[in-house]
Nanobody
Framework: QVQLVESGGGLVQAGVSLRLSCAAT????????VGWFRQAPGKEREFVAA????????DYADSVQGRFTISRDNAKNTADLQMNSLQPEDTAVYYC?????????????????WGQGTQVTVSS
């Protein structure tokens, strides 16, 4: 079992940076790949970024490539999402999730564990 708790969301202006954190409980977190998803009002939850359990493989949605960076610290059981150059279209609830897949991270159905989400609102 893995429990995930996100933090770091907030209301920011366009162009600034924000860092989201995901804290995991459970001794096996280091064996899971971690992903970040987001869901805007009226839209489906979409893939944002993912990182394999050893940190060897990453994947980013085209919309955030070059602006967002995912990282993890298995010793601390945490995973972060650094978001730079935020835009109003980045406004959403952001979710951290864990999967046993080591590749092919984009399908949310592959993720067994989810956090409760943290709101990010970017004003223009």
């Amino acid at each position: 079992q893995v429990q995930l708790v996100e933090s770091g969301g907030g209301l920011v202006q366009a162009g600034v940076s924000l860092r989201l954190s995901c804290a995991a409980t459970g001794r096996t977190f280091s064996t899971y790949s971690v992903g970040w998803f987001r869901q805007a009002p009226g839209k489906e939850r979409e893939f944002v970024a993912a990182l394999s359990w050893r940190g060897r493989f990453t994947d980013y949605a085209d919309s955030v490539q070059g602006r967002f960076t995912i990282s993890r610290d298995n010793a601390k059981n945490t995973a972060d999402l650094q978001m730079n150059s935020l835009q109003p279209e980045d406004t959403a609830v952001y979710y951290c999730a864990a999967t046993t897949r080591s590749l092919g991270f984009r399908n949310r159905a592959d993720y067994a564990y989810w956090g409760q989400g943290t709101q990010v609102t970017v004003s223009s």
